[in-house]
Each structure stands twice: as structure tokens, then as C-alpha cells.
């Protein structure tokens, strides 16, 4: 018998960043899919803007004590707060008053998501070029500094939005590559070094725990092999993946989420503009979810309250036609789930 999943009343959702620049647009098409009990409206990313409006920028405005500043080659530590970090807070400020107003009222599961601590330390670059992710104090500074920033950033949406029950959700798209030690170096000749499990998932952990005791979190990667049974052991409460990647080695990993009670955010909808009609069958889209389910001789009546539908990936390359009609698909797709588990 499985575990009650946090994420009840959650059929749907979307991953985080969104086309565009325009905070209102995103914040009015986040919530209007998902109005009505039809699944998680979120906190929208528009990289689109430029340098800290992307996800790393975004995580780095976060942090407490700690800097960054944008190099040809990427965002870079800084020793004070320079103008990219204060774009990207700035940025941060204007898509929260968006997403206040429209969720005035508003009661239920909401979504905020951060760079997790690793994709950070992969993504960051030290003062002389190289990742943080070569330096273990380094690594361990940053996770601190990313989870003191995650709550004061969490209590500021529940000033903000007082009937929500916030959702962390981080995402960890390079978690797999440090763990297998295929993070390149700034040169590009060499690779960094593995990152011992145990360290992984002990900063995780940490950061994991600035949502509260009681607080409800996720972990998303839309890269292959996501070490779902890793970010259980961290205390995820869900697991966000692109569907499509899964393979047969990770289905026992999924099983047992499953069985523990972990919510799978299955990514069966293209997160790019798709050809004409890929859309047109919300059952067909997760056809692969039903048989997966059979597969693992698991009961179908667990679908819709173990799994919620999301595109593949964040809907930034996608047009913002594209994007409306992706979010509204992954909800009509979790009501056929819900409607016909066989």
C-alpha cells in the first residue's frame, strides 16, 4: 500500500521557464491553466530577458553572502553585489508582483523553483575561471548560502501569497554528470572529478530542508538517467523527469517511488513547438504512462493521484502560443489519466 503523496488535488503543472518577457502575460497564463483545481500554477521564468532573468541568474540573486557577475563564459563569483545581481533580483521582484496578482484568493499547491545546489556549482565559475564544482569547500559554502537564501525567498511568496501551500522545487539537470564525473572543465580537455554520493545527497538534503519540516519539495531534471532513488534518500517529496529518456534500468527505481509514496512528474508533453496534431489526443499522450503502470504491476487506481503530467522540459524555446496550449494539454491529458487509468 503506498504512502499519501503531499501533492494531492496536483494533476498537472508546468517546469518553470516560460517564453517572452512579459511577467504579467506569464503569470496570467500559468494561472489560467490551471484555474478551477486543474493542476500547479508556478512561479514563471522568462530567460528571454537576458542575464539574470536565466535559471542560473536567477539562483545566484538568491544567494546570501555571495555574488555573481556575467563573463563571455558564463555567470562568475563575485566578491560584492555587482549590476547582474541586481538585475536578477530585480527580476525576481517584478515576476513575484505579477504572480501576487494573479493569485489573490488563491488556495492551493503553488510552485517556486531555484537551481539546485549542484547544477549551481557545476554551472558557476570560481574567480579564476574554473566551476565551483572543483572546489568541495567551495561546493559546501554555496549549498549553505543557496539554502539560507531559498528561505528567505520561500517566506517572502508566503507573505505574498498567505492561502498557498508553497512548493520548492529544484532544479538539477547536471546532478547525473557530476555524479559520473562528466561536468567538462572551463577548457573543455578534462573532466571534474565524481562527487561522492553520500556528499550529493547530503547537500541536497540540506537545501531540500529550507522549504521547513512540513514543507513539500521537488527535484527536476530533463537530462537521462535521474538518480531518482538518490533524491528519495534527500527527502524529495517528488520526482520531476522527461518520460521519454526513462529506460528499463530505472523502472524498478520508479516502482518503488511509487510504492513510498513519492509524486512522479512525468514529462510527456513536447516542451518545443510539436507538428500539427501532436497535441490532439490528450489520452495518447500518456499511453506510455498507463503501460509503464502495467508493467510495474502497479494498481492503475494509483495513476492520478501518483502521478502529475508536465511538458518534457521549461517552455522557453517554445512560442507563446505554443506554450498556453502545452500547459492546457498536460491538464486535459492528466483528466484522461484520471478518467481512464486502463
Given at each position: 500500500m503506498s504512502e499519501k503523496s503531499k501533492f494531492s488535488g496536483c494533476p498537472a503543472t508546468g517546469i518553470g521557464s516560460m517564453p517572452g518577457g512579459d511577467a504579467r502575460e506569464a503569470a496570467k497564463t500559468v494561472t489560467g491553466s490551471f484555474a478551477d483545481g486543474q493542476g500547479m500554477p508556478y512561479l514563471a521564468e522568462l530567460p528571454a530577458r537576458g542575464p539574470g532573468a536565466d535559471m542560473i541568474g536567477r539562483s545566484v540573486?538568491?544567494?546570501?553572502?555571495?555574488?555573481?557577475?556575467?563573463?563571455?563564459?558564463?555567470?562568475?563569483?563575485?566578491?560584492?553585489?555587482?549590476?547582474?545581481?541586481?538585475?536578477?533580483?530585480?527580476?525576481?521582484?517584478e515576476d513575484l508582483d505579477a504572480l501576487e496578482e494573479f493569485t489573490q484568493g488563491y488556495e492551493g499547491l503553488l510552485k517556486v523553483q531555484a537551481v539546485g545546489p549542484w547544477t549551481l556549482a557545476a554551472a558557476l565559475e570560481l574567480r579564476g575561471g574554473e566551476a565551483m564544482l572543483a572546489d568541495a569547500g567551495a561546493c559546501r559554502d554555496l549549498a549553505g548560502s543557496l539554502a539560507e537564501g531559498l528561505r528567505a525567498h520561500l517566506a517572502e511568496v508566503r507573505r505574498r501569497m498567505p492561502g498557498a501551500t508553497v512548493v520548492l522545487q529544484l532544479d538539477e539537470p547536471s546532478l547525473t554528470a557530476v555524479l559520473l564525473g562528466r561536468v567538462r572543465s572551463a577548457s573543455g580537455y578534462?573532466?571534474?572529478r565524481a562527487v561522492d554520493r553520500q556528499v550529493v545527497e547530503s547537500a541536497l538534503r540540506d537545501v531540500l530542508a529550507a522549504a521547513g519540516e512540513d514543507g513539500t519539495t521537488l527535484v527536476h531534471s530533463c537530462a537521462p538517467e535521474?538518480?531518482?532513488?538518490?533524491?528519495?534518500?534527500?527527502?524529495?517529496?517528488?520526482?520531476?523527469?522527461?518520460?521519454?529518456?526513462?529506460?528499463?534500468?530505472?523502472?524498478?527505481?520508479?516502482?518503488?517511488?511509487?510504492?513510498?509514496?513519492?509524486q512522479l512528474f512525468l514529462g510527456v508533453v513536447p516542451s518545443t513547438d510539436a507538428a500539427t496534431g501532436a497535441l490532439s489526443d490528450p489520452g495518447g499522450s500518456v499511453m506510455g504512462v498507463r503501460t509503464l503502470w502495467r508493467r510495474l504491476g502497479l494498481n492503475p487506481g494509483t495513476l492520478a493521484e501518483s502521478v502529475t503530467v508536465t511538458p518534457s522540459c521549461g517552455l522557453a524555446g517554445a512560442s507563446p502560443a505554443y506554450a498556453r496550449t502545452a500547459l492546457a494539454h498536460s491538464a486535459r491529458a492528466a483528466r484522461s489519466l484520471a478518467d481512464n487509468p486502463e
Open positions: 540573486g538568491l544567494l546570501v553572502e555571495m555574488y555573481g557577475h556575467v563573463e563571455p563564459s558564463g555567470w562568475r563569483i563575485s566578491d560584492r553585489p555587482g549590476r547582474d545581481t541586481r538585475r536578477a533580483r530585480s527580476w525576481l521582484g578534462r573532466t571534474y535521474v538518480p531518482v532513488a538518490l533524491l528519495r534518500r534527500a527527502g524529495a517529496d517528488g520526482v520531476s523527469l522527461d518520460f521519454s529518456l526513462l529506460t528499463e534500468r530505472e523502472e524498478e527505481a520508479i516502482g518503488e517511488a511509487v510504492e513510498g509514496g513519492t
